[in-house]
């Protein structure tokens, strides 16, 4: 894990091309088959790898090109599961929701191709990328298992498998995505316990993206979820998580989010040094993996793109001000 002060990093989805947007209405017309429409997306995903290599991104993810919905992707693989109608997830965002109606099993690996074609491009490391038990769950119609607690350790146990056979494949960072934490802060517990399960005796650095919800009632307590990193979105929320962490030491490594994905507006290099400079007041130089709020799949490919460049090049120049002034520490 040879990576520098400030690793820059991506949090997963990235924006598809319009060739590939095209290609997925093809199919689902009956207009191409299934091999085509794999070339697009290997095609797909080797610009993005290629993109965050020419820009300088440290740790890269794949990009998701082959995945539609996150839970939905999943649900699709696994045993168990039916897969509904489409449902609004946000704004004009719909996915197909998942419906439990039977034992959840994994039935074959579901990331690991994808992850070792993404890994074969590049020297850098590709970060593993996983939806968490707690999310999917929530995400889902449960019409099996006798309570949520039941159906999401169930899935821990699934995942945690995949996650085992990430880091078998070469994985160094595996990613667990759970944005659906911060939604319920009486399932903090659960949500606890079941990334204990995934995480189990894995090597890996592990992590967990978690969005837009309520933090002052999950925190100091979502300190206790058992990953070596928390995402975290800062940029939307003007970065007054701080004054939490002022308050209680945040005592784990951030992903640290820096550019809003919601929104059309390119920050400035200048506003993304500030943002970084305001969270070394509080971290480390060595807890900051600096990052977009969420996945930029949200956003069109140049839009995307211009956002990654502004992360790389403010987190350069506040790299070179920390090596220039001897840094080693901020307050904790």
């Given at each position: 894990?040879?990576v ?24 689902s ?45 999943f ?11 489409l ?10 929701k ?9 039935a074959?690996?579901m ?35 006798g309570?949520r ?5 169930a ?31 009486e ?38 979820i ?56 509080v ?7 600096v ?42």
């Amino acid at each position: 894990m040879n990576v520098p002060i400030l690793p820059t990093t991506s949090v997963g989805s990235f924006p598809k091309p319009d060739y590939l947007k095209k290609a997925r209405l093809q199919l689902s017309r009956g207009e191409i088959k299934e091999k085509k429409l794999r070339e697009l997306e290997e095609r797909a995903t080797k610009d993005w790898i290629h993109f965050q290599e020419e820009i300088g991104i440290d740790i890269l993810v794949d990009g998701e090109m082959y995945r539609g919905d996150m839970v939905t992707y999943f649900a699709e693989t696994l045993k168990g599961f039916e897969i509904s109608g489409l449902v609004r997830s946000y704004g004009n965002r719909y996915y197909r929701k998942p419906v439990v109606v039977d034992e959840v099993k994994r039935a074959k690996p579901m990331t690991i191709e994808w992850f070792q074609f993404a890994q074969r491009l590049t020297k850098k490391p590709v970060k593993g990328m996983l939806t968490g038990p707690y999310t999917i769950m929530d995400w889902s119609f449960n019409e099996y298992y006798g309570s949520r607690r039941d159906l999401t350790l169930a899935l821990a146990g699934v995942i945690h498998e995949e996650a085992v056979d990430l880091e078998k494949a070469g994985a160094q960072y595996i990613q667990i995505d759970e944005p659906a934490v911060s939604v319920r802060p009486e399932e903090l517990p659960l949500a606890v316990e079941a990334m204990g399960v995934v995480t189990k005796g894995l090597k890996a650095k592990t992590l967990t993206h978690i969005c837009y919800g309520d933090f002052e009632k999950i925190y100091p307590g979502m300190l206790d979820i058992p990953v070596d990193q928390i995402d975290l979105e800062l940029s939307n929320s003007s970065f007054n998580l701080l004054e939490l962490f002022k308050k209680h030491p945040f005592t784990k490594e951030i992903g640290l989010g820096v550019v809003d994905v919601h929104s059309h507006v390119l920050e400035t290099k200048a506003q993304v040094v500030d943002r970084i400079e305001k969270a070394l007041e509080v971290f480390r130089p060595e807890q900051i993996y600096v990052d977009p709020d969420c996945g930029l799949k949200t956003r069109e490919v140049q839009e995307a793109k211009d956002k990654l460049r502004v992360i790389v090049e403010a987190t350069k120049e506040v790299r070179k001000g920390l090596v220039s002034a001897g840094s080693v520490g901020g307050k904790l």
